[in-house]
Each structure stands twice: as structure tokens, then as C-alpha cells.
């Protein structure tokens, strides 16, 4: 588990506060209304390489399941359509 680099007699941050602060840098890292900079670019592909060594099952599942949705999107046979109107 992550330390607090500010108090390093600190315990250990607990899985929950890990967890929100990872969903709050992945979810703002690659903002396109923002601008897209190098270091984020960086830090999602760490985030990836992060996940592939520790999780690998999870990665291929879920990059095979984008690949095959962007392969029926690409094809005509996407079962997914947006909203009408939309």
C-alpha cells in the first residue's frame, strides 16, 4: 500500500483513498477541453504498463472487448447507436 510522501510516519493510505485518487488523475489526465500535454500522455501509458504487470488477464480482457466493439463500429454491426436526437 501507498505511504503519504508528507508524513512518512504515517500508516498506510487506506485501498479506498488509493482508488480515488488514481480515478481522480486518470479521469482528468486526458481532458480534450483542456489540452492534452505530454506528461499526461506519459502517465496514462505508465498507468497501462502499470496494469498489464500486475493485472494481465483484465487488461486483455478489456482491450479485446474494446477491439471488438471498435471492429462492429467500424463494420456497420454495432449493436450500440446514440440517442436519437443526439
Same mark, same amino acid.
Given at each position: @500500500?501507498?505511504? %503519504?510522501p508528507e +508524513? =512518512? %510516519? #504515517? #500508516? =498506510?493510505a487506506s485501498p479506498a483513498k488509493d482508488i480515488a485518487e488514481s480515478a481522480a488523475e486518470n479521469t482528468l489526465a486526458l481532458n480534450p477541453l483542456? &489540452? /492534452?500535454r505530454g506528461q499526461d500522455l506519459m502517465a496514462a501509458g505508465a498507468n497501462v504498463m502499470r496494469t498489464l504487470a500486475s !493485472? =494481465? !488477464? @483484465?487488461l486483455a480482457k478489456t482491450w479485446m472487448g474494446f477491439a471488438s466493439e /471498435? &471492429?462492429?463500429? /467500424? +463494420? &456497420?454491426r454495432a449493436e450500440l447507436a446514440p #440517442?436519437? &436526437? %443526439?
Open positions: @500500500m501507498a505511504r %503519504d +508524513t =512518512p %510516519d #504515517a #500508516a =498506510p483542456v &489540452g /492534452m !493485472q =494481465p !488477464q @483484465m /471498435m &471492429g462492429a463500429i /467500424m +463494420t &456497420g #440517442a436519437r &436526437g %443526439d
